[in-house]
């Protein structure tokens, strides 16, 4: 190959160490896609001795070429990517190929098919180890960069790849084990040193509201983006004080990680994202949600709704009020304990309807909820096949969605609850079962 083209073809694939993947390495950084190629070779060449029969230095070089569509398209997550994102990385793998000259244009090609048709023991080792390496990098990540999806999806990641060999089945189950062992440290509260907030901004003129898609009802307001990650932090630690407030680690404030905020989604908003509720869809929230995870959910949503029972049942006057009354697009905003209890119960139930859940309201928040969320779980894989739904307005739903919408709902309405009763009566007389800071905002 002449100097000049060699130096151009490197340029051209330089970007795998610019663009990089949904994984987070265990030093609080995005890897590379070169960084995971590069590991998942080495983790090929470990193989020979397995697979003595297979032709390891095939499997290598598939292991280091295989991303080199993602030089033009970056990475797309597993869990949202479609047969049109691959389709799209084909295109972009072809378009390189015919930068280089012959016989590696030709042999490129060849290696690449087979790597697709999956026929061959090399394509399919190549394949397997794949996924394998990419569950080890994200059991050595910091539990705050995990969407609430991926801690279902790494025990299910790669089960059919590797059941071409019983190496590999062997390695899955050890990499479970880590995988279920940093499920257990989720579980009991374990947050390590740094919280990554992976932050979706919806803005507009009026102001800008971000929301963190790892941790569905943290969300703040601000008049700019600025001011609105200035407030994750307090946001994030109230979050956590709830989910874990029976566990030991969160009565100390050293305990809590510091915030670490990156924006992974932009959406220009229409409405006064100021004033009221948006529109907002995620893209994490596009991924299915299984039966299992359907079950901490149910969990989340049911302590969410007996939390705001606690905190409105400690406010013995029920129709008082000393805010301003205040009007959006959606009409009145509620004054009133009394209000407010009953307009975030009515909207328990407008929610499920999104999704084409309905029932008759109860006057009881928590029977209330758990009606929509038993019927949510006996839905699920119809409205799974359904995938995205849209309401009368036009608006987007998906099962993600309503529950990250009926969370923070209830915490905005459960935060300002919470404000009104600590002004008329002081915070030893009021419950605060949302685990609100002093200084709320």
Request: aromatic residues 10%.
């Amino acid at each position: 190959m002449k100097p000049r083209d060699l130096i151009n073809f490197m340029s051209l694939i330089e970007k795998l160490k610019c663009n990089t993947r949904h994984s987070w390495t265990s030093s609080y950084r995005k890897e590379s896609v070169a960084e995971h190629s590069f590991r998942l070779a080495f983790m090929a060449y470990l193989m020979k001795d397995e697979f003595p029969e297979l032709d390891i230095s095939k499997v290598i070089l598939m292991c280091i070429c295989h991303d080199f569509g993602e030089a033009v398209t970056g990475d797309i997550p597993a869990f949202i990517k479609e047969k049109s994102h691959e389709e799209v990385e084909e295109e972009a793998i072809q378009e390189l190929l015919l930068k280089l000259p012959e016989p590696y244009d030709t042999e490129l090609k060849a290696l690449f098919l087979e790597m697709k048709e999956q026929t061959t023991m090399e394509a399919k080792l190549y394949k397997a180890l794949d996924k394998m390496e990419t569950l080890i990098q994200h059991n050595e990540s910091d539990l705050s960069t995990w969407l609430p999806q991926e801690y279902y999806l790494n025990l299910t990641y790669g089960e059919e790849q590797v059941k071409f060999s019983e190496y590999t089945k062997a390695l899955k189950a050890e990499i479970d084990k880590d995988s279920k062992r940093r499920i257990e440290q989720a579980i009991t509260g374990w947050c390590g040193e740094t919280y990554h907030v992976q932050a979706v901004k919806e803005y507009n003129a009026k102001g800008c509201l971000i929301y963190c898609a790892n941790l569905p009802g943290v969300f703040v307001r601000g008049r700019t983006e600025e001011e609105a990650i200035s407030k994750i932090a307090n946001a994030v630690e109230e979050y956590l004080r709830w989910i874990y407030k029976e566990k030991s680690w969160t009565q100390e404030m050293s305990a809590f990680p510091s915030v670490m905020t990156e924006i992974v989604q932009r959406f220009e908003s229409k409405r006064m994202i100021e004033e009221a509720e948006t529109e907002v869809l995620f893209e994490s929230e596009l991924t299915p949600v299984s039966d299992e995870e359907l079950k901490y959910w149910k969990k989340i949503l049911l302590d969410s709704a007996r939390d705001f029972q606690v905190m409105y049942d400690s406010i013995l006057d029920k129709d008082v009020t000393n805010k301003p009354l205040r009007r959006t697009f959606y009409g009145c905003m509620p004054q009133t304990p009394r209000e407010i209890y009953e307009h975030v119960n009515e909207w328990t139930t407008k929610y499920f309807e999104k999704i084409g859940i309905s029932f008759e309201r109860s006057s009881d928040i928590g029977t209330n909820r758990r009606v929509g969320v038993e019927l949510l779980l006996k839905k699920n894989a119809c409205l799974q096949q359904q995938g995205i739904m849209t309401d009368e307005s036009g608006e987007q739903w998906t099962v993600r969605k309503v529950i990250r919408r009926i969370l923070w709902h209830e915490r905005i309405h459960g935060k300002s609850l919470y404000k009104m009763a600590v002004r008329l009566y002081g915070k030893e007389d009021v419950n605060n079962s949302f685990c609100f800071l002093e200084r709320t905002e």
